[in-house]
């Protein structure tokens, strides 16, 4: 039989070629091969069919603008909107450059969390007033501003919880 869950077809040495690629896209499948102490066209087949079903999006550089000298803040928002005009809303925002996270959430009330840039706060405050207030359908908008980043990585999930689910 089938599984519905796509999650399921990754196996634990899956994952663990996925945990060492995030730590760095860069390697070889040699040393990801003498890592994981199997062949490396074992890694370069299991690669290419978690890129084919779209386990893996994309392979990307995470730059850190500080040490590039780029001066900036990072913001994250909370917005809350009518809920007729919600997906309206997210889709816009996803189309802006200034921001770099889009998703909906529903605890008391529908609401949109985004993570924003911005030169200066007030580049940000332009970009909230003059972009994202006059959006039809947005009631209230909360503005943080990160101040310091303990932790940024990608999940992974981990391979108990695969074990787990794989046994049900």
Do not use: W
Not at 49 to 73: N, V
Not at 81 to 87: F, G, N, Q, R, V
């Amino acid at each position: 039989m089938k599984s519905r869950n796509p999650g399921a077809m990754l196996d634990d040495l899956d994952l663990q070629i996925l945990r060492l690629l995030q730590k760095n896209a860069k390697q070889t499948y040699s040393e990801i091969g003498n890592k994981l102490h199997i062949a490396h066209s074992t890694v370069y087949d299991r690669i290419q069919k978690m890129e084919e079903r779209g386990f893996i999006k994309k392979y990307e550089a995470m730059i850190d603008p500080e040490k590039m000298g780029i001066q900036h803040i990072t913001a994250l928002m909370t917005i809350t909107t009518d809920p007729k005009e919600t997906e309206k809303i997210a889709e816009k925002l996803t189309r802006f450059s200034q921001v770099l996270e889009v998703a909906t959430s529903f605890s008391e009330e529908l609401v949109i969390g985004a993570k924003v840039v911005a030169k200066n706060q007030a580049e940000l405050h332009s970009f909230i007033a003059k972009s994202i207030a006059p959006l039809p359908g947005v009631l209230r908008i909360r503005t943080a501003i990160v101040t310091k980043k303990y932790k940024e990585e990608r999940f992974c999930p981990p391979e108990r919880r695969l074990r787990e689910r794989n046994n049900l």
